[in-house]
C-alpha cells in the first residue's frame, strides 16, 4: 500500500539533493515514490508502496551521502494534545507492545506536550524489551513508529 513509511533526516540545506539520491535509488523498485520536503529543515517525507524494511536495505545498500537517520512510520495522528494522546494510548493498546526506549524529537507542539507523553507512555514501558518507540512531528501531524532494537 502507498503510503508515509519513513521520516528521513538528512544534512541541513541539502534536502533537495537528498531527495533527488533516495528517489533515484528507490525509483527502479517503486515508480511512483515520492520523497517530499517536511516544513523542518533537513526533514524528508518517503511516500512508498515497499515496506519499510525494504527502504532501509535499498538505502543501506546505495551509501547515500546526505543521509543521517531514517525512521520509521506505522501511523500519523493529529498534532492536538486530547487527539494525539488517545491516538498513542490506543495505537500501543491495540499491538499490546511494551516499549523499551523512547525516541520523541522535540519540535513544534511536541514540546508543549512532553511531560503528557511521557506520563502516558509510562504504562506501556518494560526495562527488557527491544521496541523503540519513535515519536515525530511531521507539518500538522504527529508521526509514530515501533522498530526493534538490533542486538
Not at 541539502?14 to 527502479?28: Q, V
Not at 516544513?39 to 543521517?68: A, C, F, H, M, P
Not at 494525539?84 to 495505537?91: A, D, H, N, Q, V
Amino acid at each position: 500500500m502507498y503510503s508515509l513509511k519513513a521520516i528521513i533526516t538528512v544534512d541541513y540545506g541539502k534536502e533537495l539533493r537528498a531527495s533527488l539520491e533516495i528517489g533515484d535509488t528507490l525509483y527502479p523498485y517503486d515508480n511512483l515514490v515520492k520523497v517530499g520536503c517536511s516544513s523542518y529543515g533537513g526533514v524528508l517525507l518517503l511516500y512508498t508502496s515497499l515496506t519499510y524494511e525494504d527502504v532501509v536495505n535499498l538505502l543501506r545498500k546505495s551509501k547515500l551521502v546526505y543521509v543521517k537517520s531514517i525512521t520509521k512510520v506505522d501511523i500519523c495522528c493529529p498534532d492536538d494534545k486530547e487527539l494525539l494522546m488517545r491516538c498513542i494510548s490506543e495505537y500501543l493498546s491495540s499491538i499490546n507492545a511494551k516499549v523499551g526506549k523512547i525516541k520523541i524529537y522535540e519540535r513544534g507542539n511536541l514540546k508543549k506536550y512532553l511531560r503528557d507523553i511521557n506520563n502516558l507512555i509510562k504504562s506501556f514501558y518494560e526495562r527488557n524489551s527491544r521496541l523503540r518507540l519513535y515519536i515525530a512531528p511531521v507539518d500538522y501531524k504527529v508521526c509514530i513508529g515501533l522498530t526493534i532494537d538490533e542486538v
